[in-house]
């Protein structure tokens, strides 16, 4: 078996669930691969009289990024071996294509949902929906394999 050069980790939801960034940074780790994070994020949204400068998209964004960073980080700290870790952080909007097209260059995908609250469901349908269309495997986490619905052929 080849192991991946590069594992993929897209977070869907607002926060990455702690336990796949610590399988996702494990996996990375022993198998020598790098890992890419891909978050979404929401961008503040101006309503009038309020029009929303460029200065509070950018910090907005920024403050995305030191999250994703900081939860990452931690998640690697406790490893034996370094991992060499990307990240991406784009609006919620974007984040679908993002993740498929990092994963398209990818051994492997894996998606981060935290595991309870309302939107579960429609975050497990749309983890499915993106590995529709990506060539490689995907998993919801330890022994998750994501599983296409009937009809989805995966590209």
């Known amino acids: 078996m080849v192991w991946p050069e590069q594992v993929v980790l897209g977070i869907i939801g607002r926060r990455p669930d702690e336990v796949s960034l610590v399988w996702?940074?494990?996996l990375a780790s022993?198998?020598?691969s790098q890992l890419h994070v891909v978050a979404?994020?929401?961008p503040p949204i101006g309503m009038f009289p309020h029009i929303v400068t460029e200065r509070e998209k950018r910090a907005a964004h920024q403050r995305a990024r030191r999250h994703v960073a900081t939860r990452?980080?931690?998640?690697?700290g406790g490893l034996a071996a370094p991992i060499e870790v990307r990240q991406t952080v784009v609006t919620h909007n974007q984040l679908d294509h993002t993740i498929a097209t990092?994963?398209?260059?990818?051994g492997l995908l894996l998606f981060s949902i935290a595991p309870t609250g309302v939107l579960v469901r429609?975050?497990?349908?749309?983890a499915q929906r993106i590995a529709a269309f990506v060539g490689?495997?995907?998993s919801l986490g330890p022994g998750q394999a994501v599983e296409l619905p009937a009809g989805y052929a995966a590209h």
Do not use: D, E, F, M
């Open 24 to 26: 996702a940074t494990g």
């Open 30 to 32: 022993r198998w020598g």
């Open 40 to 42: 979404g994020y929401h």
């Open 72 to 76: 990452t980080q931690q998640a690697v």
């Open 102 to 106: 990092q994963a398209s260059r990818a």
């Open 122 to 126: 429609r975050h497990r349908a749309r």
């Open 136 to 138: 490689c495997p995907a």
